[in-house]
């Protein structure tokens, strides 16, 4: 095997097909590297064609197209702070379909920046998503099953018209992003969802830091900070049915209400909230309004 490698060092066993993306491309344009394409939207089109896995690669430059990303294809700038994909339109900037991937660019100027598809597994990775209309990433329902996980990690999510992430009901990894001063809340995860947030910045968004609905729900989440937010840290609400949310080794402090607080929309037994947890690793301080709210019950 060593020997093959030396000798088709290009070689790639995953079966990978490398397509290149320069803003600066004239003249013939192939897809290879020394004639890439001008556009990510001809990368795809080719993309399309290919039976298998793509990688697209992207040079610095200035993108201004709506992309839809197909299955098994992944997006890769190669300086999240130079490679800007902004939306032509005022539509989804970037749309990820089942197993497509996207990696270190910026997204801006749509409705949404990055949308996930129903059904859809996908990643975002290290990309910067600003200056959206509404929300940075909107991820549609699919089954809480592992195959169908939306993984969003090392991303630096702000400055959008609605929430930061906001999720339907799915299966969700959200890790180590920086999710700061958007319109709506930080993270906002509808009811059902099965997720892993952990070691997430959520800070000076216009509503809740995370936002969750107990019912259904097998949220876990470590080593987050919640500050600056205009309503709570961590906002979860509660319709009568049972499921489990486990705060732990957190930090919540000098948000404009609570800490954290507990929204009853309904009338039922209290046993409920015995599905939320609040480790004793968790810490608060300078919350308006104090550290836990009681049940605050909305009818």
Not at 112 to 135: F, P, Q
Not at 171 to 183: M, R
Not at 288 to 293: D, E, F, N
């Amino acid at each position: 095997m060593l020997i093959v490698a030396l000798m088709f060092p290009g070689v790639s066993f995953a079966g990978t097909e490398d397509i290149y993306v320069d803003a600066d491309a004239s003249g013939t344009q192939d897809g290879s590297s020394n004639h890439p394409y001008e556009t990510i939207g001809d990368a795809i089109d080719e993309a399309d064609n290919i039976d298998g896995k793509v990688e697209i690669h992207v040079a610095s430059g200035t993108y201004k197209e709506n992309i839809v990303v197909p299955k098994k294809v992944k997006i890769v700038g190669n300086d999240k702070k130079k490679v800007i994909i902004k939306a032509d339109d005022d539509k989804i900037a970037v749309k990820l379909n089942h197993k497509s991937e996207i990696l270190k660019v910026t997204i801006k100027g749509g409705k949404y920046g990055v949308t996930i598809d129903d059904g859809d597994r996908a990643l975002i990775k290290d990309c910067i998503i600003k200056n959206n209309r509404k929300d940075g990433i909107k991820v549609k329902k699919a089954s809480v099953k592992d195959k169908y996980i939306a993984t969003i990690e090392d991303n630096k999510i702000y400055d959008n018209g609605g929430s930061g992430i906001y999720s339907e009901k799915r299966q969700l990894s959200i890790v180590n992003n920086e999710i700061i001063n958007n319109d709506g809340d930080g993270i906002d995860i509808e009811g059902g969802s099965s997720a892993w947030i952990y070691k997430n910045h959520v800070k000076d968004n216009d509503k809740s830091g995370l936002k969750l609905t107990l019912d259904g729900s097998n949220i876990w989440t470590k080593n987050n900070t919640y500050r600056d937010n205009g309503r709570e840290g961590i906002e979860v609400e509660a319709y009568g049915g049972s499921g489990r949310v486990d705060i732990n080794k957190s930090k919540l402090y000098k948000n404009e209400r609570y800490g954290i607080a507990r929204v009853q929309r309904g009338s039922f037994a209290s046993s409920v909230w015995n599905g939320l947890t609040v480790q004793e690793d968790t810490t608060f301080w300078e919350n308006v309004l104090g550290t836990l709210s009681g049940v605050v019950r909305v009818y």
